[in-house]
């Protein structure tokens, strides 16, 4: 049972490239969610889905766009990437009540 | 508002007591959360709580929650170096659709030999 899993784990991007941050869980969860965590800031929802083929956006969903064709997987796409977009994310599942997270991607964008 | 509030850094020695506290929004959440995140890795549930309990024990760790003041605290006992780590306070409102976790800022929690 891996539970989520996110690929990759550190990727450097240049300003105005694009890259799909992968994320998927096998507990059969309904509830996927997307992170951004900022030092200082906790974590700050960017996007989130409650089934297959429903995603609805969070707090910081600008530069961001996600897709949920499956249960297990939920990927996040940036299209151009800039420098406000360096950060650690993280995506996380639930049945509902509370979550359990990947081991995040760390992103820089030069 | 949605503002789940900690204090952001706490210190202390290797043995003592740590109390990490939190005020949440919604006096209606069902569960209250605590998470743990070391240094490079993700979150870990560590402990719950839900809101009919004043008080929950696990091992080293007291979770308090006083539902009128809407005030959470997190004890551990005897705390270890590898106790350091950062740790957040969450909850879901019941307002809130989809199951969204509400988290505070974070307390980091520096643990001294």
């Known amino acids: 049972n891996a539970g989520v899993t996110q690929t990759p784990k550190f990727r450097i991007l240049k300003i105005g490239q694009s890259m799909t941050l992968q994320c998927t869980q096998d507990?059969?969860?309904?509830?996927m969610y997307w992170y951004r965590q900022d030092p200082g800031m906790g974590l700050k929802l960017i996007y989130y889905?409650?089934?297959?083929?429903?995603?609805d956006k969070g707090e910081v969903p600008n530069g961001y766009n996600v897709s949920r064709s499956t249960t297990e997987d939920f990927p996040l796409r940036l299209e151009l990437a800039a420098p406000s977009q360096t950060s650690v994310y993280f995506c996380?599942?639930?049945?509902?009540?509370?979550?359990?997270f990947g081991s995040g991607t760390r992103l820089t964008v030069v | 508002g949605e503002d789940v509030e900690q204090s952001l850094f706490l210190s202390v020695r290797e043995g003592d007591s740590s109390v990490i506290n939190c005020t949440y929004t919604?006096?209606?959440?069902?569960?209250l959360y605590w998470y743990k995140q070391e240094p490079g890795a993700g979150l870990q549930l560590l402990t719950y709580?839900?809101?009919?309990?004043d008080m929950k024990q696990d091992q080293r760790l007291t979770v308090l929650l006083n539902k009128k003041d809407k005030h959470l605290s997190l004890r551990i006992a005897d705390t270890q170096t590898g106790d350091s780590a950062i740790y957040f306070c969450?909850?879901?409102?019941?307002?809130?659709?989809?199951?969204?976790?509400?988290f505070g800022q974070g307390t980091e929690l520096s643990v001294k030999p």
């Open positions: 709580i839900f809101s009919n309990m």
């Open positions: 969450a909850e879901i409102p019941v307002y809130n659709q989809g199951g969204k976790l509400i």
């Open positions: 996380a599942s639930s049945n509902g009540g509370g979550y359990t």
């Open positions: 889905s409650v089934g297959a083929g429903i995603t």
């Open positions: 919604d006096s209606s959440s069902t569960y």
């Open positions: 507990m059969n969860h309904n509830y």
